[in-house]
């Protein structure tokens, strides 16, 4: 129990205001653990990209020279096929270009299927539907034993 507020007498049970003070107490930290989930989630997600395409960067870059090297030795091969220079050069680039559009195409199809958070947002679907399926919050009964409980004008419901 959080603020350990009993009745005063024989009856040692918590009274409703301190159940339901404790509930809340436990849904907020509940909450924010879910919250913290998700920020750890993110920050390794992001530092794991992070590194990623640092790799990446520094590979394109060894590839475009690798890359220059071949388009040049590829053209003079085919040249000594006897098809002009600018032949030569016209078919090299459509080889690029094919597969260009085709590393376009699964890349973009990657990245559509990047992914979020999946734990902490199920965590709190699974908090919101507990929540949602508890009774509204009613307020403590008056302590002198008056009998009836009215409710409060302005009383939050979880």
Do not use: H
């Amino acid at each position: 129990m959080v603020n350990g507020t009993r009745p005063s007498g024989s009856d040692q049970r918590p009274t409703l205001g301190a159940l339901v003070a404790d509930i809340t107490s436990e849904l907020s930290q509940l909450v924010r653990g879910e919250v913290e989930l998700a920020k750890a989630e993110m920050r390794e997600s992001a530092r794991r990209g992070a590194l990623g395409a640092a790799c990446i960067a520094v590979a394109v870059i060894a590839l475009a020279m690798v890359g220059l090297l071949f388009t040049w030795a590829a053209v003079y091969g085919l040249s000594e096929t006897g098809l002009p220079l600018w032949a030569c050069f016209l078919i090299v680039g459509g080889v690029y270009l094919l597969i260009a559009v085709l590393l376009g195409l699964i890349g973009a199809n990657s990245l559509k299927k990047a992914r979020g958070p999946e734990k902490a947002v199920a965590e709190m679907q699974r908090t919101k539907e507990i929540v949602q399926s508890l009774p509204p919050s009613t307020p403590p009964a008056p302590s002198n034993g008056a009998g009836a409980v009215s409710p409060k004008a302005g009383s939050r419901q979880l």
